[in-house]
C-alpha cells in the first residue's frame, strides 16, 4: 500500500511568516494530490487539488507545488485564520484516498 | 450557498448499526458524487466509501477497512446521501463526515465542500 508522510506534525508561526508543508507519497501519484484545512467544530476545506491548482475562493496566499511523489504547501503571509490543521490526501492509488498525519499550525 | 449536513450520530453500542444522512443544500445534487469519511484520535482521517453519480450508475467504491460492512447510497429526489456501517466496535467511534466531488471518477477527484461533521461514540 502506499504510505503518506507529512511533515512537519506541529508548527509554530507568527502572523506574517512564510509557511512551507510537505507530503511525501511512497510511491508516485502523479499530480493527484490535495490539501485541505481542518477547524474544530467547521466544514473542512479544500485549499489545493491536482497538486496545484488553487480552489476558487481561496486566497492567492496559499500555494501547492510539487509532482510524483513529493509536494509542498506554502502560505506566503500568515494570517489569523490560516491557524488551522492541514492535511495532504491522494486520489491514485490504493488506498484510495489516503491522507498524511496532519500539521497542526498554531500561533507562537 | 452550498451546505452540506450530516444527521444520525449519537452513542450506540458494540455490534449494532450506525445509519447516517448527508442532507446536501445550494447546488444540483444529481451532479456530484459523494463520499464518507470519518476522523478519531486513533487512525487519523480515513475515507470510508464513494458513491457516483446515479447516472453514473451509483456504483460505490469501500475502503477495505469496511468492506462487508458498509453501504452507501443516495436518494436524488431528496439531495441526500446515506451511510450505514454495521456490527459496529468502539474502533468506529470518532466524527464522520460527508462530502462532495466534482467528478463521477474516483481517480485524481477531490473534495471540494464537506459537512461539518457528526460525532459517534460507540460505547456499551
Known amino acids: 500500500d502506499l504510505q503518506m508522510t507529512q511533515s512537519p506534525s506541529s508548527l509554530s508561526a507568527s502572523i506574517g511568516d512564510r509557511v512551507t508543508i510537505t507530503c511525501q507519497t511512497s510511491k508516485n501519484v502523479g499530480n493527484s494530490l490535495n490539501w485541505y484545512q481542518f477547524k474544530p467544530g467547521k466544514a473542512p476545506k479544500l485549499l489545493i487539488h491536482s497538486a496545484s491548482t488553487l480552489q476558487s475562493g481561496v486566497p492567492s496566499r496559499f500555494t501547492g507545488g510539487g509532482s510524483g511523489t513529493d509536494f509542498t504547501l506554502t502560505i506566503s503571509s500568515l494570517q489569523s485564520e490560516d491557524f488551522a490543521t492541514y492535511y495532504c490526501q491522494q486520489s491514485s492509488r490504493s488506498p484510495l484516498f489516503s491522507f498524511g498525519q496532519g500539521t497542526k499550525l498554531d500561533i507562537k | 450557498e452550498v451546505q452540506l449536513v450530516e444527521s444520525g450520530g449519537d452513542f450506540i453500542q458494540p455490534g449494532r448499526s450506525l445509519r447516517l444522512s448527508c442532507a446536501a443544500s445550494g447546488f444540483t445534487f444529481a451532479d456530484y458524487a459523494m463520499s464518507w469519511f470519518r476522523q478519531s484520535p486513533e487512525k487519523g482521517l480515513e475515507w470510508l466509501g464513494f458513491i457516483r453519480r446515479t447516472r453514473s450508475g451509483a456504483t460505490t467504491e469501500y475502503s477495505a477497512s469496511v468492506e462487508g460492512r458498509i453501504t452507501m447510497s443516495r436518494d436524488d429526489s431528496k439531495s441526500v446521501a446515506y451511510l450505514q456501517l454495521n456490527s459496529l466496535t468502539t474502533g468506529d467511534t470518532g466524527i464522520y463526515y460527508c462530502?462532495?466531488?466534482?467528478?463521477?471518477?474516483?481517480?485524481?477527484?477531490?473534495?471540494?465542500?464537506w459537512g461539518r461533521g457528526v460525532l459517534v461514540t460507540v460505547s456499551s
Open positions: 462530502a462532495r466531488a466534482p467528478k463521477s471518477i474516483a481517480i485524481s477527484n477531490y473534495f471540494d465542500s
